[in-house]
């Protein structure tokens, strides 16, 4: 079993829908990490979150320390937002573990 | 953007030849990381550095060699390619925020195939 797990692998909707992508984590840590990685492009650290909840723009990212359990959440959601989103936990300045991705295609 | 460059972007070489890539940066941060991506596997660690000459592995260091003699440069070297090796690398780097979490930044990836 995966330390980090995230749902869906994949994910389709139109333009406008509020979209959640879930991360769940099975090992102690210091930080949770949202990334962002379009086609063929480079990763941008969307957000780092050790409690409660961050927010910019049209972008929101929770965690439950308790439950292991974070989410993503886009509102409005526009084509420009298609990406791959990666969830990663870090323990420390060691490492980033990741998990495999959300691919979200978002249709005009 | 954190100032983060890797070179070279794009790589063809053949297998059993020795590869380096760089990863340099202008942030100072004291920790810089290699990952690589391949489908199916997501982003995995191979080396990592917490400071200039000390490093240590990753959960796929296999293969490679890294090197780190200045802050701002952090080298992975494949010390004879072979064709599992073909992937996207990734340079990272981070710095404290001060409460103990560490955010990663990522260079823009350097594309290896090994033919």
């Known amino acids: 079993k995966n330390e980090v797990e995230q749902s869906p692998q994949n994910l389709t909707a139109q333009e406008g829908e509020f979209i959640t992508i879930n991360c769940s984590y099975s090992?102690?840590?210091?930080?949770l990490h949202w990334l962002q990685q379009h086609p063929g492009g480079g990763i941008v650290s969307l957000f780092m979150?050790?409690?409660g909840k961050k927010k910019h723009g049209r972008l929101i990212a929770t965690i439950n320390i308790q439950e292991k359990h974070s989410s993503l959440h886009i509102t409005a959601s526009h084509p420009r937002d298609s990406a791959v989103y990666i969830c990663?936990?870090?323990?420390?300045?060691?490492?980033?573990?990741f998990g495999q991705g959300t691919r979200l295609t978002i249709n005009p | 953007d954190a100032g983060i460059t890797q070179s070279p972007r794009h790589k063809v070489t053949e297998t059993g030849t020795p590869v380096t890539l760089r990863c340099h940066q202008t942030?100072?941060?004291?920790?810089m990381y290699w990952y690589r991506q391949d489908p199916g596997h997501g982003l995995r660690l191979i080396h990592y550095?917490?400071?200039?000459?000390?490093?240590d592995k990753g959960e796929v260091s296999d293969g490679y060699s890294v090197s780190r003699s200045k802050t701002e440069d952090f080298l992975l070297t494949l010390e004879s390619a072979t064709s599992s090796q073909t992937s996207v690398y990734f340079c990272?780097?981070?710095?404290?925020?001060?409460?103990?979490?560490?955010?990663?930044?990522f260079g823009p990836g350097t594309r290896l195939t090994v033919t």
């Open positions: 990272a780097i981070s710095e404290s925020t001060g409460t103990g979490s560490y955010e990663q930044y």
């Open positions: 090992v102690g840590i210091s930080a």
């Open positions: 979150l050790s409690s």
């Open positions: 990663a936990v870090s323990q420390g300045a060691q490492k980033l573990v």
């Open positions: 942030e100072n941060h004291r920790y």
């Open positions: 550095s917490y400071g200039v000459k000390d490093t």
